[in-house]
């Protein structure tokens, strides 16, 4: 919005000219979402707590937890609320990327919301049963997938980049909406499975998201994608605004979600983020990047999956309780410990991910 503004603007005043930079917008954006949160925050949790809409806390889980039961939830409308805003001022709205991640994002977001709303305003504890969810991300995932794939214009935007081999590109063809589909949901569910300490899922989704940020840069430029042996996709650069509003929002959420939080952020926030970080991944064709920088997100979604498993098949649990963050609290590490050391993690995968891009 604000940049075909501030086109017009600066046919009479130059120094407007430095709004079409992507880089001066990504920075608008991230700002802008921050300060969106930060102001609004205190009145949402005001709010959240006069209608009761507080968190309900497992019964199996570590005793911990206990003191939490009634926290304000479903705060994570607030995050996205920052991003559609700031995206929406800040980023060219003609932009196809753009409009397809903002809407992934809001979709996700409202099958998160109703999930919430079921169990803690109708106080349903199952809240959006799980046949149902698992259908409406399947729906939801498979259009956003066959969006991506009828309006790819070029052979690298539906090929598989394999990072640190220069010139691997494997060709999918109608493979790329079976992956995207894969990625964007497994995506969104692996970050709504990591959201179960104060600030443990966010933060790794901002660092993730940020480096993101960067990538899409580098992608939807020509220079530095053939530089760095990258696909080019025209277009994708525009991403680093979304992904600016999605690190400055969850930064402002972070002041308020951070241990002992004051709000948490519930499904509405986590599958609508974990959503985000997948169709940008496949729109900049870095899918296993972000699996290596999602570590994370990843090891928290296998270590459900092997406790499932393992106690279908034999009867025993692997860890003390799944997910993973679960089972070191119960082995005796306190809260702050473990959320700080997940986002170490987050730090060095990340920084190894990147490398993938250099490294060919």
């Not at 709004?19 to 920075?27: G, K, P």
């Not at 039961?69 to 995050?79: D, K, N, Q, R, V």
């Amino acid at each position: 919005m604000l940049v075909w503004l501030t086109d017009v603007v600066s046919e009479y005043l130059s120094i407007f000219n430095v709004f079409q930079y992507l880089t001066m917008r990504a920075i608008m954006g991230v700002l802008t979402a921050l300060a969106i949160s930060l102001i609004v925050g205190p009145i949402m949790i005001r709010k959240l707590s006069h209608y009761q809409i507080g968190q309900a806390v497992r019964d199996d889980g570590p005793e911990s937890h206990f003191s939490k039961a009634g926290t304000p939830t479903m705060g994570g409308a607030l995050i996205l609320v920052a991003i559609a805003i700031s995206t929406i001022l800040w980023s060219d709205l003609t932009n196809r990327y753009v409009l397809i991640t903002l809407a992934t994002t809001l979709l996700f977001g409202a099958i998160g919301w109703v999930d919430d709303w079921r169990k803690v305003v109708e106080k349903n504890p199952k809240g959006l049963p799980a046949r149902w969810k698992y259908f409406w991300q399947s729906l939801f995932g498979f259009g956003i997938a066959c969006a991506l794939f009828s309006t790819a214009t070029l052979p690298q935007e539906t090929s598989l980049i394999i990072p640190v081999f220069k010139d691997v590109a494997i060709e999918l063809g109608l493979g790329f909406i079976l992956l995207t589909y894969l990625v964007i949901v497994g995506s969104s569910n692996a970050v709504n499975l990591t959201d179960g300490l104060d600030g443990l899922a966010i933060m790794p989704t901002v660092m993730v998201g940020g480096a993101f940020g960067l990538i899409a840069y580098l992608t939807g430029n020509v220079n530095f994608s053939e530089y760095l042996h990258i696909p080019y996709v025209p277009g994708a650069g525009e991403l680093i605004i979304f992904l600016g509003s999605l690190v400055g929002a969850g930064l402002g959420f972070l002041w308020f979600n951070t241990y002992p939080a004051q709000v948490f952020m519930g499904d509405v926030g986590a599958l609508a983020l974990g959503a985000a970080l997948g169709v940008v991944a496949v729109i900049v064709r870095q899918e296993i990047v972000l699996f290596i920088m999602g570590g994370v997100f990843v090891m928290e979604t296998v270590s459900v999956i092997l406790q499932v498993a393992s106690y279908k098949l034999t009867g025993r649990r692997i860890f003390r309780m799944a997910p993973l963050h679960h089972h070191f609290e119960l082995k005796g590490w306190p809260e702050p410990r473990v959320i700080v050391r997940f986002w170490v993690i987050t730090v060095i995968l990340v920084l190894i991910g990147m490398a993938t891009l250099k490294i060919r």
